[in-house]
């Protein structure tokens, strides 16, 4: 016998094996190769026999036959196995409904809180928390609100006594804050307020703002526009464009407005930004010398930026909410989309 | 403030600048353009009818039959359902065919029976401005059959400004003049204000006192004598119905002109009615009352400032008109008011009576006390021009105390260092020139301007730096990349560690929800909650909301009925929120609460969710909510030797709220945390809710007291463990946490975790008991346990069960 002989026998036991269909078969294709008396001892005993030239390779083709048929046979003994498991099985339906518990979901504005906190948090924000009961000084005074000005009035805001209101913004954290600590401040402060406002699609009695306060010793409008625009683009998307327009508010000057490009459509215009590309978002600005002087902080040598923003503003826009009442109405169906 | 460009192109040339991009640089530098609004047409097939007879509709009492002339076109008849509709006035006529602004088109139509060939139109079918007030009055002096384009054409654009509270000197078309000047880098141009002057001097005839000149700072009168009330021209007319105004007559429309044109409210008297032909300004006296243009008698006090003559009021200061004193059809001779009042005053004025006009708006916000005399003399100029009034020499112009010219610098480092640009001196003085203000003085460091008198709003350094900011633009200030900046020692473990809460519950798959913090008398009641400790709104929105919630289950059990109502027949809530309390001393407490409630088959496998939940079932998944909510908030288990137990241990309390004997009291380690139960069933009735509804109210700190504990790593056992099962035949009244804590005090530390697998009530038991069957693990930290050791533990704690719960061992 020739080494290639050997290959040919190796050939043709594979296809043998491949071909069984039963496990007798297979167990027959086992016995004329392998066994005691088969073919593969037939040609080990031969080995000796051959020219001494012939015979490394001649064993090596021996030994390739013994291990490629004993796999062939595992495999297609597996396979007739597994087909006669599932032959003789009930049907099984993958198609039934899953059994385990499901997520619950985060409300929509706790989400917004959520994302901003984590993005601050990586400009080395921390979060800062206030009372909703507040004092006059700390919502009013201490911001530079003017004496009469109309938001004091009982018309627009909710006084609990003549000391003690409901907070009409989170700025007053600001205050609080900066009434403790010495800069550099560095917080945002996400929390909720209150105004008499007639509810509709667009105003709640109950809302939740996110106040940001920067104070270093040289914090720049450059920095407020470069950080407002970071959050921009990662609480809505990579591809928003932010664009600042001055404004007036009594505790920062220079302020500003800010509006996102609408990442619905692009700034191509749709519902949700009323067909003009962009959103009004809200305010900031640069903190107004009088109230780093009402809180004790000498603003020759410190500057800082403030921002606050409606967070059902935010959640409305990103998730395409068009009316604010649906965020407290509690609606399981509604609330469940945000999972 | 409406800003027609047409008029604006008067004082500012607007050209080659479309009004889109006009509203864009305004945008942009402060004075947000809310709308551009395109007013009118080229009026096709719109002709000047006039109104020759009027007679009833045969068929319908609130339409007439309206028989207009129109030139030589000759007569027709209409059919106007306008109140004003009457003969001899001039009214704008849409014939047959023409299409109006809203695309309707005029068709020859019978209306109720009559037919009419066209229509007299108000000012919204001309696309005016949106009122329907009945026909819009033309011009007296309109030819009937002239086209209406010649009258009122062509096609206007107005801008609608939306001014800040801060700059009332844009409450103006000059004002916005001089900011579009600035922006665009163009010339303003000022009408002549040359006046006329004839006869003897103003205060030869009239005089002017002030006795407050704290409120009164300056009041400028001029006499205009031989005045003839009639209609102002048609172009400023025009002019105030698209600025949003009224026209009346031609010297009230001459004092609105003005005021839109400069800013600088004025007012006419007609000097007839003025006793002593002399103006006193004055406080009102306490409860002096005066009857002001509406005809309203008002009851004044020392706060409020008064215009009077020799003898009474005649005026409220920069507010309103006296009944008596205004401009008559017969009114020849004029005393014209231009004033400036302290804006504290008209605001508290305006505010206490409720009064808000063009001229408070103005006042309120700060007037020009410089600029008065201006005003007066541009609407003497206007009087003589288009009132044939003769104006008296000079005024009497009473400005007891002027005042001091205000300086202000910006040091222009820091305000480089402010806004984030290299900015130049030179740029920078250039701004403020085109903004009229002044350079007083300037070097390499600073630039010290005047602040003129019309800006209110410039008081310190930062207000010039944000004039800067805005007309260099804040595009052109750069947003670099954010850089991270630590603030060491600052923490914010305890904000951070609440909103855990909330994650936590999410995660374990309930759904948040938000209510209000304001709640209602009726919701509390339901829920038998004290009102002696509430805190109430004085100034609610609405019966509903008029206290502040003292614990969130109400909302959050209200919430799950009217899920309930909307056919969604389970729900598992939670809310974390804020409670109010008041103390005994009348000051307020509020804390962090979180509230979970459960309503129907919510802990069941998905396709168990048939039948109601029993009490005991929907208990448990609460109890299980909890225990997860704990061991995600790392609160600390409860440890005996090896064997740790899970937290919260719910310890059985009569709760207002709870079903009898299914409220317990949640405790964390032995401290009370807040309430857990099965919901009174009367209460979750109220909501329709038949099946038992699991509801908790905890402490958020408390139980998040613990979130940023590490936890410490304890080695996995290196020895097998051994399992010893008993089976315990107790009365109905042992507990669970009876039986735990009788193993507790006989447990070996080998003893590593009980665990209940079954609960069996049946005959063999027998009435009144149950067998509850616990699985047992023992295993050694220092070696493999025997099986004579296991034995011995597992002997001991049966014995110990035994004694101490008059329990039975069951074979």
Redesign the interface.
């Known amino acids: 016998m020739k080494a290639n002989d050997i290959q040919e026998l190796k050939r043709q036991a594979l296809v043998e094996a491949a071909a069984a269909a039963s496990a007798d078969a297979l167990e027959a294709v086992r016995v004329k190769y392998l066994g005691r008396k088969g073919l593969l001892p037939d040609i080990m005993t031969g080995l000796k026999d051959m020219e001494p030239a012939e015979r490394p390779l001649a064993g090596r083709y021996a030994n390739e036959l013994k291990q490629e048929l004993g796999d062939t046979l595992a495999a297609r003994r597996d396979a007739l196995e597994s087909a006669s498991r599932a032959a003789n099985r009930a049907p099984f339906d993958g198609t039934l409904p899953g059994n385990w518990r499901a997520a619950g979901s985060r409300h929509p504005v706790s989400q917004v809180i959520a994302e901003a906190i984590r993005i601050f948090h990586g400009l080395g924000f921390t979060v800062a928390d206030g009372p909703d009961l507040e004092t006059e000084w700390h919502n009013f005074d201490a911001l530079n609100t003017p004496a009469d000005h109309p938001s004091r009035d009982t018309q627009d805001t909710f006084w609990l006594n003549d000391k003690t209101l409901l907070r009409t913004q989170t700025s007053p954290v600001q205050i609080r804050v900066m009434e403790g600590r010495k800069p550099p401040v560095r917080i945002i402060a996400p929390g909720r307020c209150y105004r008499r406002d007639t509810t509709d699609a667009t105003h709640s009695a109950n809302f939740h703002q996110i106040e940001g306060l920067y104070v270093d010793r040289q914090v720049s409008l450059a920095d407020l526009k470069g950080d407002i625009t970071h959050f921009a683009r990662e609480m809505m998307g990579a591809d928003v464009k932010v664009r600042f327009r001055p404004h007036f508010f009594p505790f920062t000057e220079p302020s500003v407005e800010y509006d996102f490009s609408c990442h619905m459509c692009k700034g191509a215009g749709c519902r949700v930004c009323k067909h003009s590309g962009w959103i009004e978002i809200s305010g900031a600005g640069m903190v107004n010398p009088r109230v780093f002087k009402n809180v004790g902080y000498d603003p020759e040598t410190c500057s800082g930026y403030a921002f606050g923003m409606g967070v059902e503003r935010i959640a409305m826009i990103k998730f395409g909410i068009e009316d604010i009442r649906l965020l407290y109405e509690n609606d399981v169906r509604f609330l469940e989309q945000f999972t | 403030m409406r800003i027609p460009l047409s008029w604006l192109n008067d004082y500012v040339s607007l050209e080659g600048v479309s009004p889109k991009e006009l509203a864009d640089r305004l945008?942009?530098?402060?004075l947000?353009v809310e709308g551009i609004e395109t007013l009118g047409s080229d009026f096709k097939g719109f002709v000047v009818a006039g109104v020759t007879a009027v007679r009833p509709h045969p068929n319908a009492d609130k339409l007439r039959l309206v028989t207009v002339e129109r030139g030589a076109e000759g007569p027709l008849e209409v059919v106007c359902g306008a109140p004003n509709v009457e003969v001899g006035m001039k009214a704008a006529l849409a014939v047959i065919g023409t299409v109006l602004p809203d695309g309707t088109v005029i068709k020859a139509a019978k209306i109720r029976g009559v037919p009419s060939s066209g229509m007299l139109c108000a000012e919204d079918e001309l696309g005016l401005s949106d009122k329907h007030e009945g026909l819009m009055r033309l011009p007296a002096s309109a030819v009937p059959g002239t086209p209406l384009s010649t009258l009122l054409g062509p096609p206007e654009t107005v801008l609608v400004v939306e001014v800040?509270?801060?700059?009332p000197d844009c409450l103006s078309l000059l004002g916005i003049a001089r900011e579009v000047g600035a922006l665009l880098g163009r010339p303003v141009k000022r009408p002549s204000v040359e006046l006329p002057e004839k006869g003897p001097a103003a205060s030869a005839r009239i005089g002017v006192e002030i006795r407050d000149p704290a409120l009164c700072p300056r009041y400028i009168a001029r006499l205009l004598t031989g005045v003839k009330v009639g209609e102002s021209p048609a172009w400023m007319q025009k002019r105030l119905q698209l600025a949003g105004i009224r026209a009346i007559s031609n010297v009230v429309d001459i004092t609105n002109y003005v005021m839109l044109e400069c800013g600088h409210p004025l007012h006419a008297f007609d000097l007839r009615r003025l006793r002593g032909e002399r103006i006193i300004v004055r406080t009102a006296g306490e409860g002096e009352v005066m009857k002001t243009l509406d005809g309203v008698e008002r009851k004044l006090t020392p706060r409020n400032l008064m215009i009077c003559d020799a003898e009474r009021p005649v005026a409220l200061a920069g507010i309103m008109g006296g009944e008596e004193s205004g401009i008559a059809a017969d009114t020849a001779d004029v005393l014209l008011e231009s004033a400036y009042f302290k804006p504290?005053c008209i605001?508290?004025t305006s505010?206490t009576l409720g009064l808000t006009s063009e001229s408070t708006y103005r006042f309120e916000r700060g007037a020009d006390v410089l600029g008065a005399d201006w005003a007066g003399r541009r609407a003497a100029a206007l009087m003589a021009a288009h009132a044939g009034a003769t104006v008296a020499a000079g005024a009497v112009d009473a400005f007891p105390r002027p005042p001091e010219k205000r300086q202000l610098t910006l040091r222009l480092d820091p305000a480089r260092?402010?806004?984030?640009?290299p900015i130049e001196a030179a740029r920078v003085e250039a701004i403020f020139r085109s903004l009229e203000l002044g350079i007083a003085r300037s070097d390499a460091a600073s630039v010290t301007v005047e602040v003129p008198a019309f800006r209110v709003?410039l008081t310190?350094?930062?207000?010039l730096?944000?004039e800067v900011?805005?007309i260099y633009g804040?595009?052109n200030?750069?947003?670099?990349?954010?850089?991270?900046?630590?603030?060491p020692e600052?923490?914010?473990r305890?904000?951070?560690a609440r909103?855990e809460v909330?994650?936590q519950?999410?995660?374990?798959?309930?759904?948040?929800?938000?209510?209000?913090?304001?709640t209602s008398d009726r919701l509390l009641k339901v829920f038998n909650l004290s009102p002696e400790s509430q805190?109430r709104?004085?100034?609610?929105?609405s019966a509903d909301?008029v206290v502040?919630r003292p614990s969130l289950m109400p909302q959050l059990v209200e919430?799950l009925g009217?899920?309930r109502s909307?056919q969604?027949a389970e729900?598992?809530?939670?809310e974390?929120?804020?409670v109010?309390t008041r103390k005994a001393d009348g000051s307020?407490e509020?804390h962090d609460r979180v509230c979970i409630g459960l309503m129907g088959a919510v802990g069941r496998?998905?396709?168990g969710r048939t039948g109601a939940p029993g009490a005991d079932e929907a208990f448990a998944w609460l109890t299980g909510i909890l225990e997860g909510l704990c061991r995600g908030l790392r609160v600390p288990a409860r440890q005996k030797g090896g064997l740790r137990l899970p937290n919260p241990v719910l310890e059985p309390a009569e709760l207002a709220w709870a079903e009898p004997g299914m409220g317990a009291r949640v405790l964390l380690n032995g401290e009370v945390c807040g309430e857990a139960g099965i919901l009174r069933q009367e209460m979750a009735r109220e909501w329709r809710i038949g099946e038992p509804v699991g509801v908790a109210e905890l402490d958020a700190d408390k139980l998040a007291a613990h979130v940023f504990d590490v936890p410490a790593s304890r080695p996995i056992p290196a020895y097998p463990s051994v399992d010893r099962d008993v089976a315990l035949i107790v009365p109905e009244a042992v507990r669970h946490e009876d039986i735990v804590q009788a193993i507790l005090k006989v447990a070996p530390n080998e003893l590593r975790q009980v665990r209940l697998f079954d609960i069996y009530r049946g005959e063999n038991v027998g009435g009144g008991r149950k067998s509850m069957a616990y699985a047992l693990t023992y295993q050694s930290q220092e070696k493999t346990l025997t099986d004579e050791e296991a034995n011995g533990y597992h002997n001991r704690i049966k014995a110990g069960i035994v004694s101490d719960l008059q329990a039975e061992i069951r074979a």
Not at chain 2, 537 to 541: E, R, S, T, V
Not at chain 2, 571 to 574: G, K, N, V
């Open positions: 945008t942009f530098s402060g947000e800040t509270p801060n700059r504290e605001r508290y505010k260092a402010l806004l984030g640009v709003d310190q350094e930062a207000d730096i944000e900011a805005r804040l595009d200030i750069p947003a670099p990349a954010p850089s991270a900046r630590l603030v600052v923490t914010d305890t904000v951070r909103l909330s994650r519950l999410a995660a374990l798959g309930l759904t948040e929800i938000l209510n209000y913090t304001f805190v709104l004085p100034n609610p929105i909301q502040l919430t009217r899920n909307r969604r729900a598992a809530l939670f974390a929120g804020r109010f307020f509020e496998s998905v396709m």
